[in-house]
């Protein structure tokens, strides 16, 4: 079956809009017709060449549509279902599943970083040359084909391009708040970066009852957007440190929960120290591969807890059908992350709006 694909060749450089070839499903797998997918800035490290990636390979790793076919032994989903791609396919028996850690999955992590599915073998071609997948999705294009685990079925009535966001900033966001934040009713947070992943941090503080959300960056556009979400305060960092803002506003102590997800040091800074003593510091963006970062020790005294997650410790198959029905309550605002829709051949006009810091979240909207 042919498609078209955006596939990146070599790194650095832009996506090449292509015709590729992909396979049937195998069994354990299903086919989904995309119909959103959304630009992440992991993407964006990836063309940039900031993190190793088998090539050439169709990249995304956020997006929905719609399962067009299935393998033999799928149990779980029919063509015609609505599902959310989650990269965590995890196997759910491995050590690290069985530790309750299944963003760790051993099986998946071995395949995921060769850009190929369970069985080890590529789904996807240009002629005789295999595509490789990116993160287990490759939802940059018409289809893909994924493992059952990582095709979580949603409500029909859920727009698939809203539910694509579901896939990375929006579960990133709110698990990074609700789950490893613990954040509990009257508490004080503190949001450093408010793209998509930190705009569904604030809301995940809002559901949490949070009566102070400070939302903190360097574009006050986006703090526009922060304030529509839940934060209860702004603050734009360009031009002077958050510290002081944020102590005035704690009796001088800090917030009770940090979250970082700007993924640069001087934000990670910002965010040790805008946290009080005790506090609970999450850090959910990240540096480009192999920077360092810098953690100087007077700002970790008062025994602060700093916990590091890339999912927002989410378990994808129950908490993505919640967090469609709190869209679709009214409780979980996602249209307003929508800056910008665009066709599979604009796509690296988006990148250049996600790159210049023009956008909460770009989306490819498929026909």
């Known amino acids: 079956m042919k498609m078209k694909a955006a596939?990146?060749?070599?790194?650095?450089?832009?996506?090449?809009?292509?015709?590729?070839?992909?396979?049937?499903?195998?069994?354990?797998?299903?086919?989904?017709?995309?119909?959103?997918?959304?630009?992440?800035?992991?993407?964006w490290e990836t063309m940039k060449g900031f993190q190793s990636q088998a090539l050439p390979a169709v990249i995304g790793h956020e997006g929905a549509g719609i399962v067009e076919s299935i393998g033999d032994g799928v149990t779980r989903l029919k063509p015609g279902d609505h599902v959310v791609c989650s990269w965590?396919?995890?196997?759910?028996?491995?050590f690290y599943c069985d530790n309750g850690q299944p963003i760790l999955c051993e099986p998946m992590t071995k395949v995921r970083t060769k850009g190929l599915l369970y069985d080890e073998n590529p789904r996807m071609f240009i002629g005789d040359k295999p595509v490789y997948h990116y993160s287990m999705v490759s939802s940059h294009a018409e289809y893909t084909v994924?493992?059952?685990?990582?095709?979580?079925?949603?409500?029909?009535?859920?727009p698939l391009d809203r539910a694509a966001l579901l896939g990375c900033?929006?579960?990133?966001?709110?698990?990074?708040?609700?789950?490893?934040?613990?954040?509990?009713?009257?508490?004080?947070?503190?949001?450093?970066?408010?793209?998509?992943v930190g705009l569904s941090a604030i809301q995940g503080a809002r559901l949490s009852g949070a009566s102070t959300i400070i939302a903190i960056d360097i574009n006050s556009d986006k703090l526009k957007v922060a304030a529509d979400m839940g934060a209860t305060h702004?603050?734009?960092?360009?031009?002077?440190?958050?510290?002081?803002?944020?102590?005035?506003?704690?009796?001088?102590?800090?917030?009770d929960c940090a979250i970082e997800a700007a993924g640069q040091n001087i934000s990670i800074k910002h965010t040790l120290e805008i946290s009080r003593p005790g506090a609970r510091?999450?850090?959910?963006?990240?540096?480009?591969?192999?920077?360092?970062?810098?953690?100087?020790?007077?700002?970790?005294?008062?025994?602060?807890?700093?916990?590091?997650?890339?999912?927002?410790?989410?378990?994808?198959?129950?908490?993505?059908?919640?967090?469609a029905n709190l869209y679709m309550n009214e409780r979980l605002m996602l249209d307003e992350m929508i800056s910008m829709r665009l066709k599979l051949e604009e796509i690296n006009k988006g990148f250049e709006h996600?790159?210049?810091?023009?956008?909460?979240?770009?989306i490819v909207v498929f026909d």
């Not at 965590?88 to 491995?94: D, T, V």
């Not at 996600?354 to 770009?362: C, P, S, T």
């Open 146 to 158: 994924i493992p059952e685990q990582g095709a979580v079925p949603v409500r029909e009535d859920f």
């Open 169 to 196: 900033a929006v579960m990133t966001g709110y698990g990074g708040a609700v789950y490893a934040g613990k954040i509990r009713p009257e508490s004080s947070v503190a949001v450093v970066g408010c793209g998509a």
């Open 281 to 323: 510091i999450v850090l959910l963006g990240k540096t480009p591969f192999g920077e360092e970062i810098s953690l100087p020790f007077h700002l970790l005294m008062g025994d602060r807890e700093i916990i590091r997650t890339s999912y927002g410790m989410s378990r994808p198959r129950i908490d993505f059908p919640k967090l």
């Open 88 to 94: 965590e396919p995890n196997c759910g028996h491995c």
């Open 234 to 255: 702004t603050f734009n960092s360009l031009d002077e440190e958050p510290s002081s803002f944020v102590k005035d506003l704690t009796a001088g102590r800090g917030v």
């Open 354 to 362: 996600l790159e210049q810091g023009k956008v909460a979240r770009a």
């Open 7 to 43: 596939v990146l060749h070599s790194t650095p450089s832009e996506l090449s809009i292509e015709e590729v070839n992909i396979k049937e499903p195998a069994p354990g797998e299903v086919r989904i017709k995309i119909a959103a997918s959304g630009l992440c800035h992991t993407d």
